[in-house]
Structure formats: C-alpha cells, structure tokens
C-alpha cells in the first residue's frame, strides 16, 4: 500500500462501463463489491491504483475496476506486478488470482513474490477448480472431488494456501470469504501492511464446485464455524445461543490447539489464547487447523511487517551509485584504453 | 583441419607475418581464460587488430587434466585488419598432455608447440588417453616443438615468496604470458599493474606473480639463443584515430542498451535469470545503477520477462535477456508484450540447441524462434549483432525501434559475439541522435481516451499508471481497436491482426548495403550474425584472386529491408552461409523467391575462412585463376553443385547449382572442429 494522499471517492467511481461477464450468482461479484466498498474506506485513488491479474475467472476482475488495469498471462501476474512495482514504488498495487492461478501454473512466481515481499495485496481467489476451463479440479480442490479430468474424483491432496503463503516467508496472511461482511475489514487490514499481503478468499463457483464452503460459510451456524481473529483478542468462536462459547486452548506438549468450552464468558479460566498476528508459530497452526473438529480460521491470521523488496533495491541503488556520476562517455572508455593518431600509443 | 594452413594468402606468408594466430590451452584450472584476456589486452595496447576466441568447457570444474576438462583461447592478431579469431593457430601453448591432445589437430603444420614437460606425466598421459608422450615420439614430428618445465621453472622464480608448491603452480600461466609477451615484443608495464591492483590485498601473491611473469619473459631471452623460439613484432594497424578499448559483446550489448536507455531518456529495468552465455549482460547491468539500471534477478525465464514487461507497462524500458531455451520459456511473455504493446528488448546470446544443446558453443539456431516462434500471427522485429562492438549499435537501434514503435524487439547476438573481445574506438555519446520516449499524460478538450488509437508509425500511447484522468486496461486478451475493452468479434481481431502486422512490416530499417563488392556480380554471400568475421575474410581473399563475389551482411532480419530483394536478384547465385541448418536461407527464399543456397555449419565451433573459401571457390570452379578449389574441406557441408535443381533440370548458367535442401544437417562435426 503506498497512499499518502487520501482521495474523496464513492463506490461508483471504482465501477468501469464494463458489462461483468461472471456468471449470475458467482462469489466474484461479490467480491468485486467488497473491494469497491473498501477503496473509497481507505482514501484510495484511483489513478495511483494498479490491479493485476493473471489468467482464470477472477482475473477479469482489473476490467470491471476504473483504475489501472493489466490482465496479464497465466501465472505471471506475480512477476508482472513485482516488475510495476521496481519501476514505480509509488503505484498502489492490488493482484487478482486465483487457485489454478496463482497456485498451479503461477506457483512458483507465488511463492517469490511472497519471499521479496514486494508491497502489493494479493487476492487469491480459491473456489477449489477451474471455472474458466469448464470445471476441472484444482490444486485446492478436496480429495475425491469428480470433475472432468477425474470422473471417479481426485486422488491427490490439495494445498493449503495460507500455509503456503506462510512457508514462502509472507508477512502478512490473512482469510475472508466471498459474502462476508468481514472481508472489507480483511482487506482494509492487508492494505495498512506494507509489504506482500496475502489473503485467501474462499469464493463460491456456482456453476462447477456450487457451495462447496457452504459448511463453514453457510449463514446457518457460522458461529460455530468461522473463528474470526483479530489481535490482542482471545479466540472465542460460538454463541450461547448455538451451544455455547467455545474456544482454542495451547497444548504446550503437543503444541497444538484444543477446543475448549467457555463458561460464563470467563475465556481466561478456560485457558483460551490471545491472538497475536506477530507470533508466526500460532500463525502457521492457525493456518492448518483441520476443519470439522476445528473452526475455520478467518480474518488476520498473521501480520508483521517486514522491510520490503523496493525498499531494499531503493537502498542498494542509493549506496552503489553514491557518489558516483552518470557519464556515459566515460563509461564508454572504461577499462584500458588507447589512442590511435597515427604514431604513438598510450596506455592509459 | 591441418589443410586450412595453405589457405593463408601468399602475401602473408613470409618471414614477417601481417598476422599471428596463438592458441592458450589447458584444463579448466590452469586460468586460460584470465591468460587470453590479459594477452589480448597487451596485444590491443600495442596497436594491433585483433580477434578472439574463448572455448572453454560446459562443466564448471570438470576432473584434472580430462579432455573434457580443457579451456582454450585462441587469439588472431595482426598489422593488418582483422575479422576473425583466426583458422588454425600458429602457435599452441599447451599447459598438460589434454590440451595437446585436443588442440594439436587445429594447429597449422610447421606450426610450433610449447609445451610444460612439467606436466606430462604417466598419470596426465593416461588422462589425455596417450599410450605415450607425445613430446618423446613422431606424434609432433610436424611441428616444432619447445618443451620444458613450466611447472618447475614456475616454483622456482617465486621460491622468494615462500609459496607452497601448489600455490607456486597457481603462476604457472602467468609465467607462460610472460614468455608470450616477450615473444611478441610486448611491454610488461601493464600486467604489471594489473597485478598489483588485482591483488592489492595480497601483495605476496602479486610480487609472485609479477617473478612468474618476468622470469617467463627472461627465458625467452635466453632460449632466443638456441631453439625455434623467435621474436616476432607485429606492428600495429592502421585504424581510424581517436581513443580504443577492447570490448566483448556481453559488454557492448550492456552499454548500448545503457546508452539507448539514455538517448530515449528512460530508466533501465533489466530482468534475467542465470543461463549460459547470456549472465554476463546481467553482470555488468548489476554494477552499472547509477545510469537508472534497476537490474532484477527473477526466480525464472518467464518471471524475468514479465516483471520487464511490468517495468515496461510502468513506464521503464523494460529489458530481458538469455539463451536458446530460456528465450523458449519467455514465449508465451512475448505474445503478451506484442499484444499490449509495450515497448521491451530481448536480447538472444544464441547457444547451441535444441533443448540444453550445447551450453558454450555457439550458434545462430534460433532464427526461425526469433521471426516466427510464437503462438499466434505475433510480429515482432528482430535484429543481429555481427560482432562485439557492432553489439553496441544494434542494442542502441532495439532500444529505438522498441520505443518509437511500442513494440517488443529481439536483438540476437551468440555465444562466439558475447565472449569474443576485439578492439573498438570508442563512440563519443554527443553524437548519437537521442529518441525520447513519448507519454501520453493529458487529454485534449473533448478528446476520449483510447488507449489503442495509433500514431503514423502505428505505436499505440503510452501511458504511465499514476497519471490522472487515463486510467485503462491493458491485457493478453484480444482487444477492441481503440478502446482496449475486451472484444472478440471477428472483424476487430481481423483489424487488430493486421494492425499488428502492418506495424512490424512499417518499421523504417535502413536500406541494405554491399557490404564488400558491388551489386550485381555473379554470387552474393549473405551473412547475418557473427559469420560476418570469416565471410568477409573470405569473400576479400577471393576477390583477391578475381572472383566476382560480393558480401552481404544482413542486421535487420525482420522486417528485413525494403530493398534486399531486388539486391539480392541483382546477383548470379546467392549462397547463404549459417551456424544452424539453413535458417535464413528459407526466410529469403520465402520472402524474395530467390534461390538462394546453404552452407550450413552446426558444430558449436564457428566458420573457418577456409570453409568459406572453399564454397566460394566451387561457384567459380572451371574458371580461369580459380585456386580456391584446392582446399580441402569438410565436403559434407558443401552445397551439391552436381545435383540438379528441384525441378530436375540443369541450370545452364555458369553457375549451376542446387540449394533447396539444406546440406549441412549431417555434417561430421569432428572434422569441422578441428
Ligand atoms: S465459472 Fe464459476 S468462478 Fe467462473 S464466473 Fe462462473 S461461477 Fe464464477
């Protein structure tokens, strides 16, 4: 995020001519909404707002946003963004992916984008499958998900992005869903980040992988199934009106997390942890909490900034070039030279 | 091939040769490399023209004193221009029993060998797959030969600097500059000082080195009295005046497109990944940041392209460079760069291929995935470096017509350009005509953006994300012809393809010019690339003796220039000489319908002058004065000139000949080698 002078806009400034070509009911509008929603919130403006894409459903999304735009290639917007961003630390950069993008074919440019922490938020849209193809299954997508391409269901085990992001050395990850009324929070917080920000939103493809997070995003129960994080606060998911106000307690033997029940809102007595999105240990259980005995962890999962690739190569530039010149007709003549005048020559 | 020492014109030949070709040869540790740049620096202060050829192994540290193992330099200097890094050497230094081995068959008969007896050992013998010392039996008995112990008489000028004797033999190429120096009349002072200040941490080892040095160079004296070792002074050539460097292509490419970023008034952004031969572009770019050069090592091929596209799109010149099968990876980035239309230079140092090929060796293979690899009808304009220093400008033009024309252009040089070093007088940046690159950064009254409206030359604007009031998209997808919205309707991408088209074809390119000979003679060698060296030797030794030959050097291989057609139609016969197996040959046939003829070479080695001669020579066989026939050559890489044409008849001009099938796909490339 680079936005030093907040600008007056209102959601209809973000929205292009464009006619959005998702399919009627798809989790991106959604998303598109929420993002729409969360630029004028943070005094964005529009000209120094860059969105980058890759190749997939969800990389249509710089078309329908009235900033700079550039849908790149399959994969590489990672690396088309790192580039925008050297050239220009002052843009504002926002990269649209999605499960097949950004973890499949662009996998890689994933990981290092991460590991520079090239300042930008990056927006991994994961519906679990390949929409844009026509429904096969993704790197995301659950064991023995039937699709095209596995007819009798996948058998390979799928990745976990924020795990992923974690172990390619990001600062900042964080988890949302499509619908949520959370998720312009989510992105408000990766905007503040300086550096890469990663959050993953589970986004429902109606049309090939329909409700697939319906068990942890359904509206019905998500009390009991979503835990919302946030810093300094304890980990309560639940409800007195569901079942009781639970919680995660630390086994400090296994060094994994327990479901504990809270009574009488007393989270201390029951152990329950405080969230600290600096400690990066807790981040990475968090983040690879199985789902059904555990909640699904949503919201700031970790976040400690860290310097950034920009700053770095702006400071590296400052202290190669000090004190010297651009001369190029002296460094032309670098190295040993001599001239030519018919007699002598000089070594110089 | 010991024949290409007849070849050497007779006016060359006497007692005080206009030119000398010296071959420094050992295993990859014996610091070959560092030797040859050191001898070709002395040889460029004493005003000779000069040519280089470093051949050193894909393996970084192969086994000791393997044949695998052994790195080369050759150097061809002389009083006289030179072109070339020389046919078959004149002198071979061989520093172990491998290095002879690989090297003595390039060497001319009657040539002479220095070898270091030191390391001739049973146990290096057997390494190099010699039942017996070649320096005790009739293997040399052609040449002359100077064997003694460099190693021994190397331990003993640094014995003061208290040196183990494995740190002592660490001199022992220093010791053999030395007496290269001497043979060649040369001053000391400069290694001198390059010494001390190479190892001005470590002034022991300077001083030892420096004993190395001046001992190598006494011994020559002294051995002056009694063996086959003579002093030659090659006195120095007659250039141009004004100031001079030696320069390799690695480093021309660097500072052209330094200067081309400066004449377009851009910063630099420079996106590579480490592949052989290209890294050296990212080396030198990396030190060179106070010129606006952001270099970026990305974590691949496709990423270094596309964060240089990314650069491009905001507002930098975007740069990427590699090899064959990187250049392979960034393909699909390519189209993109063509379909949004930012300006971008990819520079090609061609290797031998397919796939990882030959690492090394060069070649001039990826023509074809230059002009037409990508997917899709994807123009993109493409030019060729003949030689280090011509690097220089053709960076410079890649960097004009990418800017000018908002378009992604290819620059290809070679393994042979990027490592070959030769002298170059160093070009005053006054007086190149700047090109600055022109945003869009405001609207006219009532004017509606439209980010792919074009100008006279068909460059769409270029806008930098961060100006008000132009926000856009831009993108792989096929587009609308003004707005940029994505639109796939088939008249639009009729219009947006000939677009496309219409705007490569339109680039100005300067007209082709002869350039050794006249238009209209009876054959035309057309070269493009690093052949330009061998052919023009060739083409001025055979007309020396008469030939109507004219050479043709190619540097704009797309679009190729206006006029080349009908240059090329003005001739007899075209022969088209390549490093790969007829590339070129089939994009003039295709464009022009000229019949032009291969002479194909794909053996990672470069063309030899006497390849050269010899099928120059065939065209003009039966004729009167023709002594070009006589060389023997690789007959494989000949064109059949005593098959029919494709229709089966026979050409009754005099010179007939046949071309349509590349004839140089089976060539024995041992044989070329040597
Ligand atoms: S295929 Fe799925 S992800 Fe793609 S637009 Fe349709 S619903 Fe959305």
């Known amino acids: ?348 | 091939m010991a024949s290409a020492a007849d070849t050497r014109p007779p006016e060359t030949a006497g007692a005080a040769p206009d030119s000398v070709v010296v071959r420094f040869a050992g295993d990859s540790g014996d610091g070959m490399q560092l030797t040859g740049g050191q001898f070709t620096l002395s040889t460029a202060l004493a005003g000779n023209d000069l040519a280089t050829f470093p051949d050193f192994p894909a393996e970084i540290r192969a086994p000791q004193g393997t044949l695998f193992g052994v790195s080369a330099f050759q150097i061809n200097f002389g009083s006289r221009s030179i072109n070339t890094a020389g046919d078959a050497p004149d002198v071979l230094i061989a520093m172990n029993p491998a290095a002879l081995k690989v090297n003595l068959p390039a060497l001319k008969p009657g040539g002479l060998v220095i070898a270091d007896t030191g390391e001739f050992t049973k146990r290096n013998l057997d390494k190099a797959k010699y039942d017996a010392n070649p320096l005790e039996d009739d293997t040399l008995a052609k040449y002359q030969v100077l064997a003694f112990d460099i190693s021994a008489l190397t331990i003993e000028a640094v014995k003061p600097f208290g040196l183990g004797n494995k740190d002592a033999l660490r001199s022992k190429n220093m010791w053999t500059l030395g007496l290269a120096l001497w043979m060649f009349d040369r001053s000391r002072e400069p290694l001198h000082a390059w010494l001390k200040q190479k190892f001005a941490k470590k002034p022991d080892i300077a001083d030892a080195n420096i004993a190395a040095l001046d001992a190598g160079h006494a011994y020559g004296e002294t051995a002056e009295l009694s063996g086959p070792l003579k002093q030659t002074h090659i006195g120095p050539v007659k250039s141009e005046p004004g100031l001079y460097r030696t320069i390799t292509g690695a480093e021309a490419v660097s500072l052209g497109l330094v200067a081309g970023a400066q004449l377009a008034e851009l910063p630099m952004f420079f996106g590579g990944y480490p592949i052989t031969p290209a890294s050296a572009i990212l080396h030198h770019l990396a030190r060179l940041k106070e010129y606006g050069v952001t270099t970026f090592q990305a974590e691949d091929e496709i990423a270094a392209i596309c964060a240089a596209i990314g650069a491009s799109y905001a507002g930098s010149l975007g740069v990427t460079s590699s090899s064959g099968p990187g250049i392979a990876l960034k393909t699909e980035a390519m189209g993109l760069a063509i379909m949004v239309e930012l300006p971008l230079v990819i520079v090609n140092s061609q290797r031998g291929g397919p796939s990882t090929g030959l690492p090394t060796k060069t070649e001039q293979s990826d023509l074809y995935q230059a002009v037409y690899g990508r997917n899709g009808d994807a123009p993109m304009p493409v030019i060729a470096c003949r030689s280090p220093s011509d690097a220089f400008d053709c960076a410079i033009e890649a960097t004009r017509i990418a800017t000018q024309y908002m378009t992604p252009v290819m620059l290809l040089t070679d393994g042979y350009i990027a490592n070959a070093a030769e002298p170059w007088k160093v070009p005053d940046p006054a007086q190149f005509a700047p090109f600055p690159a022109r945003f869009k950064d405001s609207l006219a009254e009532g004017e509606d953006f439209a980010p792919y409206a074009r100008d006279e030359k068909g460059a769409r604007p270029w806008v930098k994300p961060g100006t008000p009031g132009l926000m856009h998209r831009v993108g792989g997808i096929e587009k609308h012809a003004t707005t940029g919205n994505i639109d796939y309707s088939p008249d639009n991408h009729q219009a947006m393809t000939d677009a496309r088209a219409k705007k490569v074809l339109g680039v100005e390119v300067p007209e082709q010019d002869v350039a050794l000979g006249e238009a209209g003679g009876k054959l035309a060698v057309v070269g493009w690339g690093s052949t330009y060296g061998p052919i023009r030797q060739a083409v001025r030794r055979a007309r020396e003796k008469g030939h109507d030959v004219a050479q043709i050097h190619v540097r704009h291989i797309w679009p190729l220039p206006a006029n080349l057609g009908e240059l090329l139609r003005s001739f007899d016969r075209v022969l088209v000489p390549e490093m790969n197996t007829g590339q070129f040959k089939t994009v003039l046939r295709d464009q022009f319908l000229v019949d032009a003829e291969s002479l194909t070479k794909t053996s990672g080695q470069p063309f030899q002058i006497a390849e050269l001669e010899a099928a120059i020579a065939r065209y003009f066989d039966g004729i009167d004065g023709n002594e070009g026939g006589e060389v023997e050559v690789n007959e494989q890489q000949l064109p059949n000139l005593e098959a029919g044409h494709d229709d089966g008849s026979y050409s009754d001009a005099p010179f007939h000949g046949e071309g349509a099938v590349p004839s140089g796909t089976d060539t024995d490339s041992e044989a070329v080698n040597q």
Request: contains cysteine; glycine residues 10%; hydrophobic residues 40%.
């Open chain 1, 1 to 348: 995020m680079n936005a030093p002078v907040k600008i007056e806009t209102t959601l209809k400034d973000w929205e292009t001519d464009q006619e959005v070509r998702w399919c009627p009911g798809c989790g991106d509008y959604a998303i598109l909404k929420a993002v729409q929603r969360t630029l004028p919130k943070i005094g964005a403006d529009p000209a120094n707002t860059v969105f980058i894409s890759g190749i997939g459903c969800s990389s249509r999304f710089p078309y329908y946003m009235e900033t700079y735009g550039f849908h790149t290639i399959h994969g590489r917007a990672p690396a088309v963004a790192t580039g925008v961003k050297l050239a220009n630390p002052e843009l504002d950069i926002w990269l649209v992916t999605g499960d097949g993008d950004g973890l499949s074919i662009g996998g890689n440019h994933m990981m290092h984008v991460l590991r520079r922490n090239v300042d930008m938020q990056i927006m991994l849209f994961n519906n679990e499958i390949y929409g844009l193809t026509k429904g096969q299954y993704s790197p995301t997508s659950r064991v023995g998900t039937p699709s095209p391409s596995t007819p009798r269901g996948s058998v390979d085990a799928p990745a976990n992005p924020c795990a992923f992001a974690l172990g390619s050395g990001a600062r900042f990850v964080a988890r949302g869903f499509d619908v949520s009324k959370k998720l312009p929070e989510v992105l408000i917080a990766a905007h503040e980040h300086r550096g890469a920000a990663f959050i993953e939103i589970f986004q429902n493809c109606i049309v090939y992988n329909k409700d697939v997070f319906d068990d942890f995003a359904a509206p019905k129960g998500a009390e009991d199934r979503q835990l919302w994080l946030e810093d300094g606060e304890p980990m309560l998911f639940g409800s007195e009106k569901t079942g009781g106000v639970k919680g995660l307690r630390l086994n400090t033997d296994t060094l994994s997390f327990e479901v504990v029940e809270v009574a009488d809102g007393d989270w201390q007595a029951a152990g329950v942890r405080v969230h600290d999105t600096k400690n990066r240990v807790i981040a990475h259980l968090l983040a690879e909490l199985p789902f059904g005995p555990y909640p699904m962890a949503m919201g700031v999962l970790y976040d400690d900034p860290a310097p950034t690739f920009s700053d770095g190569m702006i400071a590296e530039r400052e202290a190669a070039t000090k004190g010297k010149e651009a001369n190029l007709a002296k460094l032309l003549q670098s190295g040993q030279t001599w001239t030519v005048d018919g007699t002598a020559q000089d070594p110089v």
